[in-house]
């Protein structure tokens, strides 16, 4: 792993970038897509042609370059703008492996900004598919706006899933605590969610 300790990047193990991205809390899509990125088990273009599906490598965003997982998720033009915009303080490195570079990304910036980096791993491989399957461009500033949205959406849920869960005492000092439900009662507790993932 790379890590910065006083403005120089020193190379450390990644093995723990698995529990570091467990740890997170974020939205499951977003934890369950970089795992599969970690894992080297995106459909990009060059993985689905080394399983003989008849596609063109390049990447499908900028034409530039071979579709491989960093490049897609990080180093393609429009990734890279939308890091520059989100986590400017780590940036890509010439020949770094992708699990190097998200085990810095998970163990550096504060836990909002780790969430939301995992987040925008996940808004910009939509906007990649948005753009493959349904001919849709979006925009950098979208991009980032959305995974701050979508993370920020996501914990509101979280926490109003959780308060639902207490019951205010009345009586008391104002503090919360769970109520026992009443005999021939069914008490459900819900664990939803509603995104605005569309712009
Ligand atoms: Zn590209």
Redesign the pocket.
């Known amino acids: 792993m790379l890590q910065r300790q006083k403005g120089v990047w020193r190379i450390k193990d990644n093995s723990s970038v698995w529990k570091d991205l467990l740890r997170l809390k974020a939205p499951a899509k977003a934890l369950n897509l970089v795992w599969r990125a970690l894992a080297n088990c995106l459909p990009i273009m060059t993985q689905l042609q080394t399983k003989h599906v008849p596609v063109q490598v390049w990447?499908p965003?900028?034409?530039?370059?071979p579709?491989t997982i960093p490049?897609?998720l990080v180093t393609?033009?429009?990734a890279s703008q939308c890091w520059m915009v989100l986590r400017s303080d780590n940036l890509w490195v010439q020949n770094m492996e992708f699990r190097s570079w998200m085990s810095a990304i998970l163990s550096s910036g504060t836990d909002k900004q780790r969430a939301e980096s995992v987040m925008l791993c996940w808004v910009v491989w939509r906007a990649r598919n948005d753009l493959v399957w349904n001919k849709k461009f979006s925009t950098v500033n979208k991009v980032v706006a959305s995974a701050k949205k979508n993370l920020t959406q996501w914990i509101l849920a979280q926490s109003i899933s959780s308060h639902t869960l207490l019951q205010p005492h009345a009586k008391g000092d104002g503090s919360m605590f769970w109520v026992k439900p009443q005999p021939n009662t069914v008490k459900v507790s819900v664990d939803a969610a509603i995104f605005e993932d569309r712009e």
């Open positions: 990447c965003v900028c034409n530039e370059e579709e490049h897609n393609c033009t429009f």
